[in-house]
């Protein structure tokens, strides 16, 4: 059974830095896509950023870009989404998620979308305080 755990969630001040992690519990995560999603109170459940490879693509929500970084450590099962520059904005919880590339295609279209997902992690609470 497949399991996302993420960790590296927690309160920081405007304008500070977080890195979330998310292990995954995979045996060919070499073959998984890897997204984050954030939901904050009140809202939907929103994308953040994905990819699949070190050399492929990676994909941003526009309101992230050229702050967030997403990146995957093959080695040790693990993806991570440094957050950088951070506001109030960006609180949320946030999601690891995981699909096979086997199961769905690597368009963009489909890793920024919630549905393409077919693991989930429990969630990790971001608190950016003004």
């Known amino acids: 059974q497949v399991q996302l755990v993420e960790s590296g969630g927690g309160l920081v001040q405007a304008g500070g830095s977080l890195r979330l992690s998310c292990t995954a519990s995979?045996?060919?995560?070499?073959?998984?896509?890897m997204g984050w999603f954030r939901q904050a109170p009140g809202k939907e459940r929103e994308f953040v950023a994905s990819m699949y490879s070190s050399a492929g693509s990676t994909y941003y929500t526009d309101s992230v870009k050229g702050r967030f970084t997403i990146s995957r450590d093959n080695a040790k099962n693990t993806v991570y989404l440094q957050m950088n520059s951070l506001r109030s904005e960006d609180t949320a919880v946030y999601y690891c998620?995981?699909?096979?590339?086997?199961?769905?295609?690597?368009?963009?279209?489909?890793?920024?979308?919630?549905?393409?997902?077919?693991?989930w992690g429990q969630g990790t609470q971001v608190t950016v305080s003004s």
């Open positions: 995979i045996r060919t995560f070499s073959t998984y896509v």
């Open positions: 998620a995981a699909y096979s590339i086997f199961s769905q295609r690597l368009a963009a279209a489909i890793m920024m979308s919630a549905t393409s997902y077919d693991y």
